[in-house]
Nanobody, 116 residues
């Protein structure tokens, strides 16, 4: 059972930056694709960014050029660097690990609030 723990959320002004971290309880990068999702109140959960086991990255259009997903294989940690934040980025952000055999693991979420 892989455990994922997110951190780094908080309150930031529009135009500001935050870096989210997702620490995994075991080595995951050889067998897992990693994703960041977000869910705002009243909205469905949305896939924001992904990094495959091979290192390929993908982003939803609304964050392209502003968010960067990366990973540290030694620390078993995935990051989401968020810049030029907008009020519409306000949401709970979730880390998700998907094994190539289908196992699916989620973190507890971290709140990001963009407001002046």
């Amino acid at each position: 059972q892989v455990q994922l723990v997110e951190s780094g959320g908080g309150l930031v002004q529009p135009g500001g930056s935050l870096r989210l971290s997702c620490a995994a309880s075991e080595s995951i990068f050889g067998s897992f694709d990693m994703h960041w999702h977000r869910q705002a109140p009243g909205n469905q959960r949305e896939l924001v960014a992904s990094i495959t086991s091979g290192g390929l990255t993908r982003y939803v259009d609304s964050v392209k050029g502003r968010f960067t997903i990366s990973r540290d294989s030694v620390k078993n940690t995935v990051f989401l660097q968020m810049s030029s934040l907008k009020p519409e980025d306000t949401a709970v952000y979730y880390c998700n690990a998907v094994h190539f055999l289908g196992q699916d693991y989620w973190g507890q979420g971290t709140q990001v609030t963009v407001s002046s």
